[in-house]
């Protein structure tokens, strides 16, 4: 089992629809969860960041976290065309670096379109 | 606050050849990151930085790759002979902290194309 796996779509909704993302990991210890979007040819960026069990919104985005289940997913109401990007999720886990901190791992990423 | 910055953007060389990227953090994040990313992957850490000491390059090809971070601010990535497999985009992020808690900020990248 991979340590963060996502469905690498294409995931394709309509315009106004919510899009729905899921990520699973495999480290029952894991504390910090992340959702990264990526336009093509552009860099990562985080959009939002989850640590409890529950929902957290952000706009049209809420992120939810179930540790027992081991995965979290994000979804975007009111989709946009410009909502339409790879989402990228990342688990920070109980690998520990030689700095003692704890190491990130990403998924592979969910390609999202979404038609006008 | 102004972001990750990095340069160049773009890079074309031929297999065998050297190639030096930059990054410079944002202000006060201790930690920085360089990442590879290969079209249609997710980023994969090819080193940490925490200030200037490295604690984490378990996935560097330390035969070609070398990187520093010489006064805890910015930061050089190199490649030394390149191959074909290293065409991809180098990403340089940081954080506030490496810890558990905090997002990353990345700098817009280099697209490297090895012919």
């Known amino acids: 089992q991979k340590e963060v796996e996502q469905n690498s779509g294409p995931l394709s909704v309509p315009e106004g629809a919510i899009a729905s993302l899921n990520c699973t990991y495999s480290d029952r210890g894991s504390q910090s969860f992340f959702w990264y979007r990526q336009y093509s040819g552009k860099s990562p960026e985080l959009i939002m960041s989850?640590?409890s069990n529950g929902d957290k919104e952000d706009g049209r985005f809420t992120a939810q976290l179930n540790k027992a289940s081991q995965y979290v997913s994000l979804l975007i109401r009111d989709s946009q065309p410009s909502d339409s990007a790879t989402y990228l999720c990342a688990v920070n886990t109980r690998l520990l670096n030689a700095g003692n901190n704890r190491k990130l791992i990403w998924g592979l990423g969910t390609s999202l379109a979404v038609n006008p | 606050e102004a972001g990750v910055a990095q340069s160049p953007r773009y890079k074309i060389i031929e297999k065998r050849q050297s190639v030096a990227f930059w990054c410079n953090p944002i202000s006060g994040h201790a930690t920085l990151y360089w990442y590879q990313q290969i079209l249609g992957q997710g980023p994969k850490l090819l080193i940490q930085f925490q200030n200037n000491g490295v604690v984490d390059d378990s996935q560097l090809p330390k035969d070609r790759f070398s990187a520093e971070r010489l006064k805890g601010v910015d930061s050089t990535l190199k490649i030394q002979p390149a191959k074909l497999e290293d065409s991809a985009v180098y990403l340089c992020a940081s954080s506030f902290s490496g810890g558990a808690g905090y997002g990353y900020t990345f700098g817009s990248g280099t697209r490297l194309t090895v012919v």
């Open positions: 989850i640590y």
